[in-house]
């Protein structure tokens, strides 16, 4: 039992030069930051709409997902603020088979940890400057976020990291807005414990570091579902849940009072096309109930080129290599829907 210190790799300061933003980008991302802000704060009604891959495994196809994705945008941009879903870490509940790109550069090879902050990094810059959309990316090691630092205008905290204390230290630190999941046991007091600690201002060790944070008043809850002990998947997206949620989480205590809705995990069973019928029944509720339009935010829909999934090393070109998405046709009808009754 052991820990070999194989390489040091550059820190996040040096791969950001090494792939810098533009300066034409860098200066627009205020305004889109602002304008993200401004919907989870309650102060702009449109939806924010995080979609895109389960898991960027292939800089070809993502990138071909994103420049049809930003023309969608820009069609839906009156009622709909998209960010695309540019994940580039996988969670593992067992702890090993592919972990994304950061790991995985190339998914039918091993780790390559050097090449893959890299191309983590030129993903993300790819999607920025040739859509002009800005991206998300799921917070899986805290320290890493700081590669794309420049790039993110949104981060998530999953299920199985969300009640970690890293995880909401750092959180409360980044300068966008954080998304934290309901744990995978699906308690609500968890969750929101943890948007609570994200908010506060915090002192930490990190990176080496003494540091102080503001508290990140945009920390706010993403509902994915979560299975019961009896193995079953129980959605939390229904009228009742969200009735109750948006009762408990007020701003008496929580600065910005914000729920997402994750469409696909627990709260479709994994199935994909569910995630139309979901958004769906969300909007129902949002127009029947005041403090439900209030709480909720918008979406996180799992997309892709094609319908469903594959394995590692499926030659379906667009296929989810992890979770299973919903195809593109399919995903432009949703998204033009979801448009015409925001």
């Given at each position: 039992m052991s820990m070999k210190f194989k390489r040091l790799l550059p820190i996040p300061k040096d791969i950001r030069a090494e792939m810098p933003l533009s300066s034409e980008m860098a200066e627009r991302k205020a305004g889109f930051d602002a304008a993200v802000s401004a919907i989870l704060r309650g102060e702009d009604e449109r939806l924010l709409l995080i979609i895109g891959p389960c898991s960027a495994d292939r800089e070809d196809s993502v990138l071909d997902y994103a420049?049809?994705?930003?023309?969608?945008?820009?069609?839906?941009?009156?009622?709909?603020?998209?960010?695309?879903?540019?994940?580039?870490?996988?969670?593992?509940?067992?702890?090993?088979?592919?972990?994304?790109?950061?790991?995985?550069?190339?998914?039918?090879?091993g780790d390559d940890l050097l090449e893959g902050v890299k191309a983590i990094r030129r993903m993300h810059v790819r999607v920025v400057e040739e859509t002009g959309l800005f991206t998300a990316d799921e917070m899986l090691y805290p320290t890493n976020y700081q590669y794309l630092i420049d790039l993110l205008a949104y981060i998530a905290v999953g299920a199985r990291s969300v009640e970690n204390q890293e995880h909401r230290l750092v959180a409360s630190g980044v300068p966008m807005p954080v998304g934290m999941k309901n744990p995978t046991g699906g308690s609500t007091d968890v969750m929101l414990n943890s948007i609570y600690a994200a908010q506060q201002r915090q002192t930490f060790i990190f990176r080496n570091w003494e540091v102080n944070t503001t508290g990140n008043p945009l920390a706010h809850a993403v509902l994915r579902g979560y299975v019961g002990l009896d193995g079953i998947n129980y959605p939390n997206y229904h009228y009742e849940y969200l009735e109750r949620l948006a009762e408990k989480y007020t701003a008496d205590k929580f600065s910005n009072p914000a729920a997402i809705i994750?469409?696909?995990?627990?709260?479709?069973?994994?199935?994909?096309?569910?995630?139309?019928?979901?958004?769906?029944?969300?909007?129902?509720?949002?127009?029947?109930?005041?403090?439900?339009?209030?709480?909720?935010?918008?979406?996180?829909?799992?997309?892709?080129?094609?319908?469903?999934?594959?394995?590692?090393?499926?030659t379906v070109y667009g296929k989810s290599i992890t979770d299973a998405c919903l195809g593109w046709e399919k995903t432009e009808r949703l998204v033009r829907e979801i448009a015409e009754r925001a």
């Open positions: 420049v049809r994705l930003a023309k969608l945008a820009e069609s839906v941009e009156d009622c709909i603020l998209v960010i695309p879903r540019v994940y580039t870490n996988k969670p593992r509940t067992k702890g090993i088979g592919y972990k994304g790109l950061l790991h995985n550069p190339d998914p039918e090879s994750d469409c696909n995990h627990d709260n479709s069973g994994k199935r994909p096309l569910e995630q139309i019928r979901i958004c769906h029944e969300v909007l129902d509720s949002m127009h029947r109930a005041p403090e439900i339009r209030r709480l909720v935010r918008g979406f996180m829909v799992e997309s892709y080129l094609e319908d469903g999934n594959q394995p590692v090393g499926g």
